[in-house]
Nanobody, 127 residues
Framework: QVQVVESGGGLVQAGDSLRLSCAAS????????MAWFRQAPGKDREFVAA????????RYTDSVKGRFTISRDNANNTLYLQMNSLRPEDTAVYYC????????????????????WGQGTQVTVSS
């Protein structure tokens, strides 16, 4: 099973930026589908963004489109989430997820398609 560890969370003000990182184990990182999910207090975990194996098609939830960018560095087994123009409603624990199997585009937002999860990193955006 793939091990994933998130980092980069913190406390920022509205309008600021943060970059989350997710370090993954395994020799075939480039073949994994990867994603970010988040869970706000009192709410269910929700999909944020995902990136497929090469050629790396991406998908975003509507509320982050144009503000967040997901990317991957296959040489260093790392997934990123660049978050710009942060809003208080982005406050949540952000989780990195990995799938060793290919995921079709329409399923990228489904939690059940991912078989490895990190412990999460807290992002807090103050108004």
């Amino acid at each position: 099973q793939v091990q994933v560890v998130e980092s980069g969370g913190g406390l920022v003000q509205a309008g600021d930026s943060l970059r989350l990182s997710c370090a993954a184990s395994g020799r075939t990182f480039g073949t994994y589908a990867m994603a970010w999910f988040r869970q706000a207090p009192g709410k269910d975990r929700e999909f944020v963004a995902a990136i497929q194996r090469a050629p790396g098609r991406t998908r975003y939830t509507d509320s982050v489109k144009g503000r967040f960018t997901i990317s991957r560095d296959n040489a260093n087994n790392t997934l990123y989430l660049q978050m710009n123009s942060l809003r208080p409603e982005d406050t949540a624990v952000y989780y990195c997820a990995a799938s060793t199997k290919a995921i079709i585009g329409s399923d990228l937002g489904r939690e059940a398609r991912y078989d490895s999860w990190g412990q999460g990193t807290q992002v807090t955006v103050s108004s």
